[in-house]
């Protein structure tokens, strides 16, 4: 299993996406990174935002089905539910771009924590993804949640048009 990378994603192509479901996160003008899982469900790479570091995410309960806390919330969360498809294309590596160094230390750490939990996440990436498209989510996680099947249409659409 490859090590995990934190991407950038164009934002041109979160605004394409955005256009279809509100659940996409903003990109924020290449500030908000996203953890690149090197991950492939239903033949898509999938790609999932990172939320910084707050006090909240300690006090999530772990077995929370949406969220994947990075050492306990101490160092942010993985929002499973906001993953996208995303074509390798559209995406720029973090860390050799950061220059602030408190920022670039704290990404490391994230990252190395993802790396030394990759089996942890992807299962429990797994287990969302079938739960969803099973039909077996909750409305109050659904409202939050992208439609990784409209998004995998538009994906393909993206990359249809992309190519022409």
């Given at each position: 299993?490859?090590?995990?990378?934190?991407?950038?994603?164009?934002?041109?192509?979160?605004?394409?996406?955005?256009?279809?479901?509100?659940?996409?996160a903003y990109n924020k003008n290449t500030t908000r990174p996203y953890i690149g899982i090197v991950y492939t469900y239903n033949n898509h790479n999938y790609f999932a935002p990172l939320a910084s570091p707050k006090k909240k995410h300690?006090?999530?309960?772990?077995?929370?089905?949406?969220?994947?806390?990075?050492?306990?919330?101490?160092?942010?969360?993985?929002?499973?539910?906001?993953?996208?498809?995303?074509?390798?294309?559209?995406?720029?590596?973090?860390?050799?771009?950061?220059k602030d160094a408190k920022y670039k230390k704290m990404l490391e750490e994230q990252l190395t924590f993802l790396n030394n939990h990759k089996a942890e996440l992807f299962k429990k990436i797994n287990y969302f993804q079938n739960m969803f498209r099973k039909?077996?989510?909750?409305?109050?996680?659904?409202?939050?949640?992208?439609?990784?099947?409209?998004?995998?249409?538009?994906?393909?659409e993206y990359i249809n048009n992309v190519e022409n």
């Open positions: 299993m490859r090590n995990l990378k934190i991407y950038y994603i164009h934002e041109k192509y979160i605004n394409y996406l955005r256009q279809f479901d509100k659940n996409v300690i006090n999530i309960n772990p077995k929370a089905i949406d969220i994947y806390k990075i050492k306990n919330g101490e160092l942010g969360v993985v929002n499973i539910n906001n993953m996208i498809p995303t074509p390798i294309e559209e995406l720029t590596e973090v860390l050799p771009t950061v039909g077996h989510l909750n409305d109050r996680i659904l409202e939050r949640c992208c439609d990784f099947i409209l998004l995998e249409e538009k994906f393909e």
